[in-house]
């Protein structure tokens, strides 16, 4: 089994950054997808960034339209743990952020779709005020 430790999400005003970690655990395969989703209240959980498995030095990341430019995805393979770098954090960012963790490879279309995860953390609350 696969546990995800998330860490790093707090009360912040809008400009603000904040750090994500997603510390990975137990009997992890060779090759694991990772990603980052978000789930505000009364709405649906939406993809925020997502970092391919790779058994070499090279991956790849994608973002979602409204963080690309403000979020940034990394991994520490040495640390087993996946970043999340928020800056400029808006009131919209506002949400619980979870880790998710896929095994094997994917694509950039691909890692968007929740239903690619089969390991999750649980959850750290950011809220962004105004």
């Known amino acids: 089994q696969v546990q995800l430790v998330e860490s790093g999400g707090g009360l912040v005003q809008a400009g603000d950054s904040l750090r994500l970690a997603c510390v990975v655990s137990?009997?992890?395969?060779?090759?694991?997808?990772m990603g980052w989703f978000r789930q505000a209240p009364g709405k649906e959980r939406e993809f925020v960034s997502g970092?391919?498995?790779?058994?070499?030095?090279?991956?790849?990341?994608g973002y979602r339209d409204s963080v690309k430019d403000r979020f940034t995805i990394s991994r520490d393979k040495d640390k087993n743990t996946v970043y999340l770098q928020m800056n400029e954090l808006k009131p919209e960012d506002t949400a619980v952020y979870y880790c998710?963790?896929?095994?094997?490879?994917?694509?950039?279309?691909?890692?968007?779709?929740?239903?690619?995860?089969?390991?999750w953390g649980q959850g750290t609350q950011v809220t962004v005020s105004s």
């Open positions: 970092i391919t498995g790779s058994e070499g030095f090279r991956s790849s990341t």
């Open positions: 137990g009997r992890t395969p060779a090759v694991m997808s």
């Open positions: 998710a963790a896929a095994p094997g490879y994917t694509t950039n279309r691909s890692m968007r779709d929740w239903r690619l995860y089969q390991y």
